[in-house]
Structure formats: C-alpha cells, structure tokens
C-alpha cells in the first residue's frame, strides 16, 4: 500500500498570511497514461465530515476560494493558503486515489492562527 | 441537493457484528462510486472500503479486509457496511463518502456520520 506523510504536523500561520503544507507519498501517484496526479487535498473542521478542496493534485472544487492552491506532481505535493483567514483553521488531509486496493489518507495537519 | 444520511452505528460488544447504512438523495447513486471512511476520537481520517458503481468491485483496507463487507442497493440508492468481528480498534465515526466521479476517488459528498462504539 502506499504510505502518505504530511508535514508539519501543526502550524500557526497569522491572519493574512501564508499557510503551506507538504505531502509525500512513498510512491509515484502519478499515472503517466493520463499525465494526472491521483491525489486530492481535504478541510476538516471540528464536528464536520471533510470537504473536498483540490483533486488532480491542483484542480480546485467548486466553490473552493481561490486562496487555497494546490502544486506538485510525483510524490511530493503542497497545499499552500496564501492568505489564511479565520474560518480557514482546521485540519488538513491528503488522499491518494492512485492504488487500489487502498486510498490511503495522509495524517493531517493542523492550521492554527 | 445531494445528502448523505447514515444510520445504524451504536455500542456493541467485541466480537459482535453491526450493520451500517448510508441512504443517497439528490444525485443518481447508481453512476457513482462510494467510500466508507472512519475516525477514530481525536484521529485522523482512515479509508475503509470502497465500491465501484455497480457493486461489481470492491475494496478493503488490511485493518479490516476479511471482516468487513461493503455492498449497494442501487434500486434503494443505499451504501451497506457489514461489520463482523469487531474490536475495540473500530470504534470510530463511519463516514460515507460518494465518489466524486471521472476517475477523482475522492469524495465530494459526505454524511455527518454515524458513531460506532465496540466496547464490553
């Protein structure tokens, strides 16, 4: 199965300014036939289910603000908010949907102000 | 609106069994694939299971493959987790998540959850 890492585990990132968080996969979710990167990004606020923010490693939901990008290809991924607001605290999960049998989640990080 | 309501979670005893449901509104559930995630308290997020959208693939996390089976009513528009042999490491929130589609696994709709408490 595919392990993912995040780092850091935490962070405390001031109103307005940048949030960055990485994620690594032990191996490529890159799926070379299609050029597409089987990786998506998650918000998870305290009592809520996630929400979906990035798939494809960098396409960005719908509704999700443009704040939030999302970069990377291989095995090395990064979510990064460029201007972090208050509702924007949370814990954020990476996810690959590249190998079966498993869609493994990274562990999370935390973003506090 | 899509919703995702499940239902069926609550205390049991290790070793027993518990059947979890997710009945689907708002989308057309037979197209789509679906996922059940868990939480354990104060945890990150673990895949479980994962169904392609007509039932004829399945898939297991190794933490439960062999005791848990996930299956789907399409004419029902309902998402099963059947949950043998259950230990205290499964206690957790069960979420289900449907597939956003097109090949994306991940999920785009999820319920609020259902509580699973495996304890004597």
């Known amino acids: 199965d595919i392990v993912m890492t995040q780092s850091p585990d935490s962070l405390a990132v001031s109103l307005g300014e940048r949030a960055t968080i990485n994620c690594k996969s032990s191996?490529?979710?890159?799926?070379?036939?299609?050029?597409?990167?089987?990786l998506a990004w998650y918000q998870q606020k305290p009592g809520q289910p996630p929400k979906l923010l990035i798939y494809?490693?960098?396409t960005r939901e719908s509704g999700v603000p443009d704040r939030f990008s999302g970069s990377g290809s291989g095995t090395d991924f990064t979510l990064t908010i460029s201007s972090l607001q208050a509702e924007d605290v949370a814990v954020y999960y990476c996810?690959?949907?590249?190998?079966?049998?498993?869609?493994?989640f990274g562990p999370g990080t935390k973003v506090d102000i | 609106e899509v919703q995702l309501l499940e239902s069926g979670g609550g205390l049991v005893q290790p070793g027993g069994s518990l059947r979890l449901s997710c009945a689907a509104y708002?989308?057309?559930?037979?197209?789509?694939?679906m996922s059940w995630v868990r939480q354990a308290p104060g945890k990150g997020l673990e895949w479980v299971s994962a169904?392609?959208?007509?039932?004829?693939?399945?898939y297991y996390s190794d933490s439960v493959k062999g005791r848990f089976t996930i299956s789907r009513d399409n004419s029902k528009n309902t998402l099963y987790l059947q949950m043998n042999s259950l230990r205290a490491e499964d206690t957790a929130v069960y979420y289900c998540?449907?597939?956003?589609?097109?090949?994306?696994?991940?999920?785009?709709?999820w319920g609020q959850g259902t509580l699973v408490t495996v304890s004597s």
């Open positions: 494809w490693a960098s």
């Open positions: 996810q690959q949907y590249y190998s079966t049998p498993s869609f493994t």
């Open positions: 169904i392609t959208y007509s039932g004829g693939s399945t």
């Open positions: 998540a449907k597939a956003k589609g097109q090949g994306v696994m991940g999920g785009d709709y």
């Open positions: 191996q490529s979710v890159l799926y070379s036939s299609n050029n597409k990167n089987y």
């Open positions: 708002g989308f057309s559930f037979s197209t789509y694939a």
